[in-house]
């Protein structure tokens, strides 16, 4: 099945600089990668997805890159704040409609 | 809009019981999936449902089980538990069955002791 590595399972930075994540995943059908944000005591919020079809996209300060040739999808914060601190998880989906499967978790870490 | 809600938000129970699980969708949102958390094995797929059929189904053993209603709810089930039950059951709901954004609810802290 579907697996997908995440890197790194933390990072610290500090306010204002950049954060990026990277995820690999396995399967070739994978065709749809979001991104969740996960608070303390909260579900899992989504901050960004991209399609195969597409190589990048920006919202603001947060973008996403997906390499369908070497199966990797990266997550770029820019300006980091304090707020953005959390846990945060890549995931694909394929052919198994309503299947997502995530990575193990980045915990994001930002100082003032 | 209201997002998607689950109760309840804790539970306690004892190895051997069982518990039931809800989950309301966004309003208009069809598919249902449910997920497992835990700090060893992260977020694993448990099943999906869609029109009140279930359509995918992840490695669990069928103590785990779930069924949808024809408003689109959803429950799920976990018979003769265990110790490793013990987890965070979230379920997401979207638009159809097709690939769309999954919209978390805060999910069901379970503890079984």
């Known amino acids: 099945g579907e697996n997908v590595e995440q890197h790194p399972s933390t990072l610290s930075v500090q306010e204002g600089d950049s954060a990026v994540i990277k995820c690999t995943y396995s399967?070739?059908?994978?065709?749809?990668f979001p991104w969740y944000k996960q608070e303390l005591g909260k579900g899992p919020q989504l901050i960004i997805d991209?399609?195969?079809?597409?190589g990048e996209k920006k919202d603001q300060r947060i973008a996403v890159t997906l390499n369908k040739t070497a199966k990797h999808f990266s997550l770029h914060i820019t300006e980091t704040q304090p707020e953005d601190s959390a846990v945060y998880f890549c995931?694909?989906?394929?052919?198994?409609?309503?299947?997502?499967?995530f990575g193990q978790g980045t915990i994001l870490t930002v100082h003032p | 809009k209201a997002g998607v809600t689950q109760t309840p938000r804790y539970l306690i129970k004892t190895r051997g019981q069982q518990v039931t699980l809800s989950c309301s969708p966004i309003?208009?949102?069809?598919?249902v999936s449910w997920y497992q958390q835990t700090p060893g094995q992260g977020l694993q797929f448990l099943f999906e449902?869609?029109?009140?059929?279930?359509?995918n189904k992840g490695n669990f053993p069928g103590r785990f089980s779930g069924r949808q209603f024809s408003n689109s709810r959803s429950e799920m089930n976990v018979s003769t538990l265990e110790l490793g039950d013990s987890a965070l059951y979230l379920c997401?709901?979207?638009?159809?069955?097709?690939?769309?954004?999954?919209?978390f609810g805060p999910g069901t802290r379970l503890l079984v002791l």
């Open positions: 399967d070739s059908a994978s065709n749809y």
């Open positions: 449902y869609f029109s009140e059929t279930q359509r």
């Open positions: 997401a709901s979207k638009i159809s069955g097709s690939q769309e954004t999954q919209y």
């Open positions: 991209i399609r195969s079809n597409v």
């Open positions: 309003s208009g949102h069809r598919s």
């Open positions: 995931a694909s989906e394929g052919t198994s409609y309503g299947k997502l499967t």
